[in-house]
Nanobody, 116 residues
Framework: QVQLVESGGGLVQPGGSLRLSCAAS????????MRWFRQAPGKERELVAA???????VYVDSVKGRFTISRDNAKNTMYLQMNSLKPEDTAVYFC??????????WGQGTQVTVSS
């Protein structure tokens, strides 16, 4: 049974930091590219960052220099270190597993709220 379980969300003040985790099971994690998406209320889900199976990261412009995506294939876990958080980062954050010509998997999401 495939599972992606996000954790680490919460309420943080502007300028603060959070570290999200995505624990994977039920598929060969090391062969998948992994991605973080987010969805704010009333908005479409958007890609935040991605990391290839060989750990090459990609970021959208709005988070470059503030967020760091990483993975630990030995632990089947992906991370998103979020620094200098802004109110516009408030959203539900989802992890996603993607591989060409294979099923795509989603987690249930974790809420991140940036507010004073």
């Amino acid at each position: 049974q495939v599972q992606l379980v996000e954790s680490g969300g919460g309420l943080v003040q502007p300028g603060g930091s959070l570290r999200l985790s995505c624990a994977a099971s039920g598929f060969i994690f090391s062969t998948y590219s992994m991605r973080w998406f987010r969805q704010a209320p009333g908005k479409e889900r958007e890609l935040v960052a991605a990391i290839t199976s060989d750990s090459r990261p990609v970021y959208v412009d709005s988070v470059k220099g503030r967020f760091t995506i990483s993975r630990d294939n030995a632990k089947n876990t992906m991370y998103l270190q979020m620094n200098s958080l802004k109110p516009e980062d408030t959203a539900v954050y989802f992890c996603n597993a993607f591989r060409f010509n294979a099923p795509e998997y989603w987690g249930q999401g974790t809420q991140v709220t940036v507010s004073s």
